[in-house]
């Protein structure tokens, strides 16, 4: 079973409460203050709202509070109205099994993500406002999901689905190992340079490697294993020669967008490294576990520099771009899933980011490193 840790929870009823609270439960039914309530003006994340002072309490507009801290309002069964964090799970993972379920992904549906549909030929598709596509890095995930659920729970009903994603991967996969993204891609407007169709992703690349070994494992045809090895192909040629290999101060780095500026999206990497991890376990191949082991002293290097106090960043833009930019910070599921990761390297190396995962994890639930 993954472990899950709640976030922050606040339950508020119509005003949030910004001083002199202590609690996440409800607050108990205070009695009629003989105060009447004044207007406050507070400034709340250096925007001014209009707040509301009642002896020593003070209160401001519980939509104001969700905006600024990217929280989803609702009201429940029991007529609380809940204000949370829109991802409001952590998977945090204990133990690696490469023939196990990935990570959390026995418990994602793809098919309920934003864009996505499953075709007729049961590959899922993306739709964008340029057009419908086969984008390699979602149809790796879903067959990692189908995969994932058949060896968690033994339905054989996931088996079809895993089995037309590892067919589809066979028969695109390029004479490069590759599986070329088929339409081009500007990252943040172009801030990066542009990407032109036919990309590789060393996200798909890493997660399908996997996808692939653990098929092979599972069914034991050796075309699936050969063809995960020559998925590391591109994550071994360099993003000058058309693969996703970007050094980062002499360390490599697998990207997720190869960009003409460098762009180091940490998910995409974190992605890359764990698949790379499962083939050379399952395929007990030397190089990819040199890989691996090089993969891990990169992160010892790059992990402080995503680091923003109190969330992570979502790429290093502003440390690889010139003019600088600001930085990116990860939407809180994406920081969600860089805990997740994290964990699941954890339980690979015996804690070796233990430190970072339990910061990054406080961050989770409102506890941001303090000033100086």
Known sequence: MVPVVRKLIVAVIGLGCLSGCTTSEPPAARKPSSVAATQAPVSLLRETVSG??????????????????????????DGVVRAEYVE?????????????????????????????SVGPDGIPVSTYDFGT?????????????????????????????????????LEHQ????????????????????????????????????????????????????DAALRALGPLTTTVEKGGVLRSFEGHD??????????????????????????????????????????????????????????????????????????PNPARWSYHALHVTQLSALDAITGGRYHTIEERWLGYLHGKALPGN
């Open 52 to 77: 509301l002072r009642v002896d020593d309490q003070l209160y401001v507009p519980l939509d104001a509070l969700a905006k600024r801290l990217e929280l989803a309002v609702s009201t429940g069964a």
């Open 88 to 116: 409001d799970e952590t998977s945090l993972i204990t133990k690696h099994d490469p023939r196990g379920p990935w990570l959390h992904f026995a418990d994602v549906d793809v098919t309920t993500w934003r864009r996505i």
């Open 133 to 169: 596509f086969q984008y390699p890095v979602e149809v790796v995930q879903y067959g990692m999901e189908n995969y994932s659920k058949w060896v968690a729970t033994g339905d054989e009903k996931y088996r079809p689905k895993a089995e037309t994603v590892a067919r589809w991967l």
């Open 174 to 225: 390029d004479d490069k190992g590759g599986w070329p993204v088929p339409f081009a891609y500007s990252y943040r407007d172009g801030m990066a340079g542009e990407l032109r169709a036919g990309w590789y992703s060393g996200m798909a690349q890493g997660i399908g490697a996997a996808f692939l070994a653990k098929m092979y494992g599972k069914t034991d045809e050796s075309r699936y294993g």
């Open 253 to 326: 780095w697998y990207e997720e967008y190869p960009t003409p500026t460098p762009t180091h999206v940490l998910n995409g990497y974190l992605f890359a490294l764990l698949g790379v991890y499962d083939v050379g376990e399952l395929m007990d191949d030397a190089a990819a576990r040199e890989m691996f082991k090089e993969g891990l002293e990169t992160l010892d290097r790059v992990l402080p520099l995503y680091d923003l106090s109190s969330r992570t960043s979502y790429d290093l833009l502003h440390y690889t771009r010139t003019p600088a930019t600001a």
